[in-house]
C-alpha cells in the first residue's frame, strides 16, 4: 500500500528557505509515471496547490510562488522535495504531499495524500 | 486562475438528512476536471468524487456528483455522523489547479 510522509523543519526564521521532502514507501517513484504534488493549508483556512513534479523531474509551479519555488525529484532515494526561499508568516501552514489518480498527466486529482507537516515561519 | 466559489459557507443538518453543496467555477472547467474532498479536523483531505461525478475508490454510494461546465454540486443523500466535515471542491484541468473555499457540514 502506498504511502508519504513529509518531513522537515517545523519553524523556519522569515526570510529563509523552506525545505521539505516527500518520502514514498510501498512503490517506486521511478516505475510509476506519476506528477507528485505538493499543497498547503494555511491554519483555518483552505487549500493551496503548490506545484507537481513528474518522475523524470519537469515541473508545474503555481505562477503566485514560482519565483521563490523549486520542487525536485530523487528517484534513487523515492523522494520528492520542496523548497521555498525567502519565506514571510504567510506562508505558515500544514504542507501536504500528493499522488494523483491519473499517472502521467498534471490533470488529475489525488487520491493519496501525506499525514502532513506544519510549518510556522518566526523569528 | 479559475476563482471557484462554493455554497452555502455552513450547512446545519442533522443525521439521516440530505446535503447539497454547491461549487461554482469563474470559467468553464476543462473537461469536467472538478473534484470533491472531505475534511476532518487535523486530518488531510480524502478524496471523494473526480470527474465531477466518479467516486473515488471506497467511497460509499450515498456520495454523488454531478454538474458540467461552471455549475457543479456534491449530494450526500442520508447524512452518517461521520460525515459531518469539511468539503472542498478543486478543479485540476488548468493550472494552477485550485480550490473551493470550503463548506462546513455541522450537526444541527
Known sequence: QLQLQESGPGLVKPSETLSLTCTVSGGSIGSNSYYWGWIRQPPGKGLEWIGSVYYGGSTYYNPSLRSRLTISVDTSKNQFSLKLSSVTAADTAVYYCARPVEMATIWSACDIWGQGTMVTVSS | ?108
Open chain 2, 1 to 108: 486562475e479559475i476563482v471557484l466559489t462554493q455554497s452555502p459557507g455552513t450547512l446545519s443538518l442533522s443525521p439521516g438528512e440530505r446535503a447539497t453543496l454547491s461549487c461554482r467555477a469563474s470559467q468553464s472547467v476543462s473537461s469536467s476536471y472538478l473534484a470533491w474532498y472531505q475534511q476532518k479536523p487535523g486530518q488531510a483531505p480524502r478524496l471523494l468524487i473526480y470527474g465531477a461525478s466518479s467516486r473515488a475508490t471506497g467511497i460509499p454510494d450515498r456520495f454523488s456528483g454531478s454538474g458540467s461546465g461552471t455549475d457543479f454540486t456534491l449530494t450526500i443523500s442520508r447524512l452518517e455522523p461521520e460525515d459531518f466535515a469539511v468539503y472542498y471542491c478543486q478543479q485540476y484541468g488548468t493550472t494552477p489547479l485550485t480550490f473551493g473555499q470550503g463548506t462546513k457540514v455541522e450537526i444541527k
